[in-house]
């Protein structure tokens, strides 16, 4: 009965690959969120949507897709991926796109070799 | 760009003593959260204190929040070995509701 569960967990790829991560939450929330951490813990925040409308788009580039096939499904996938892409990649849910608190998942480990 | 930023970056205590810890933030805010972060898991909620709010407790936490200084401090009061974790500060600006994190403190408690 995880709140917000996001797969995989881990992630090895190659340079030039394409990886998709998943993200579910069962908390009936409206607001989802991608947030990627990197080596010095930074959290910086990548996309919201709203009721799978998409709110927030930070300066990501383009090779960044986030799909929300319904409100409690967030997926992000992420194209000819680079070194630099290597971080940890939390998914996030809140009950509006308000600030309030935020519910995140235990978040997924993508290294590019 | 960084919106919240927590001093010190590390804090190493002993079970029993207090842990204080600090975040400055720069622009108007609707309310300021901290969370906590166990190493290699995800970030959890703590406490949310509002822009009208001075002080705020729940349990062993204590939260400030000084707007005219755009500052907040985080006290955890008689620390146990299990409260070792990254401690992040996070602001919501005034009139959305992008949330953003400063780099954390890093507090080490030993038994």
């Known amino acids: 009965d995880t709140a917000v569960s996001q797969t995989p967990k881990y992630l090895v790829t190659q340079m030039g690959n394409d990886k998709s991560i998943k993200c579910e939450q069962n908390l009936g929330h409206d607001t989802m969120y991608w947030y990627k951490q990197d080596s010095k813990k930074f959290l910086k925040i990548m996309f919201s949507y709203n009721n799978k409308e998409l709110i927030i788009n930070e300066t990501v580039p383009n090779r960044f897709s986030p799909k929300s096939p319904d409100k409690a499904h967030l997926n992000l996938h992420i194209n000819s991926l680079e070194l630099g892409d290597s971080a940890v990649y939390f998914c996030a849910s809140s009950p509006s796109e308000t600030a309030g608190e935020l519910f995140f998942g235990e978040g997924s480990r993508l290294t590019v070799l | 760009s960084q919106q919240g930023e927590e001093d010190p970056q590390a804090l190493s205590i002993q079970e029993g003593e207090n842990a204080t810890m600090n975040c400055s933030y720069k622009t108007s805010i609707n309310n300021l959260q901290w969370y906590r972060q166990n190493s290699g898991r995800g970030l959890v909620h703590l406490i949310l204190?509002?822009?009208?709010?001075r002080e705020k407790h729940s349990g062993r936490l204590r939260v400030t929040l000084d707007t005219s200084k755009k500052s907040s401090s985080l006290l955890i009061t008689a620390s146990r070995a299990a409260d070792t974790a990254s401690y992040f500060c996070a602001t919501a600006p005034s009139g959305w509701g992008k949330l953003q994190f400063g780099a954390g403190t890093q507090v080490v408690v030993t038994p």
């Open positions: 204190i509002r822009s009208n709010e």
